[in-house]
């Protein structure tokens, strides 16, 4: 009952939030960073490293860059831009 009560008392954005973490959780968000703006990164850059290197690793094994590309939906120069950064 007292969970229904909060989320009543919240809108938007948090409400979203809450509703997919838990209230609990979604309390202890606020007590941490109320008041701060919070950037959520999108989950493709949570990964990117870990894509990058299996990038490096199949290029290593000779894999073409263009079924490299196409199996990472990428195109043939942000593999090699890719290839470019990262270290053997």
Same mark, same amino acid.
């Given at each position: 009952?007292?969970?229904?009560?909060?989320? #009543? *008392?919240? /809108?938007?954005?948090? !409400?979203?939030?809450?509703?997919?973490?838990?209230?609990?959780?979604?309390?202890?968000?606020?007590?941490?960073?109320?008041?701060?703006?919070?950037?959520?990164? !999108?989950? #493709?850059?949570?990964?990117?490293?870990? *894509?990058?290197?299996?990038?490096?690793? #199949?290029?290593?094994?000779?894999?073409?860059?263009?079924?490299?590309?196409?199996?990472?939906?990428? /195109?043939?120069?942000?593999?090699?831009?890719?290839?470019?950064? #990262?270290?053997?």
């Amino acid at each position: 009952m007292e969970d229904e009560r909060i989320l #009543s *008392r919240l /809108s938007g954005d948090f !409400k979203v939030f809450a509703l997919l973490v838990g209230i609990e959780a979604a309390l202890k968000t606020v007590s941490a960073f109320g008041g701060c703006s919070l950037s959520v990164p !999108k989950l #493709s850059s949570v990964f990117r490293e870990d *894509r990058d290197r299996q990038i490096r690793a #199949s290029y290593d094994q000779g894999e073409p860059v263009r079924k490299i590309a196409m199996r990472h939906g990428l /195109s043939c120069r942000r593999v090699y831009d890719i290839l470019k950064r #990262s270290t053997k």
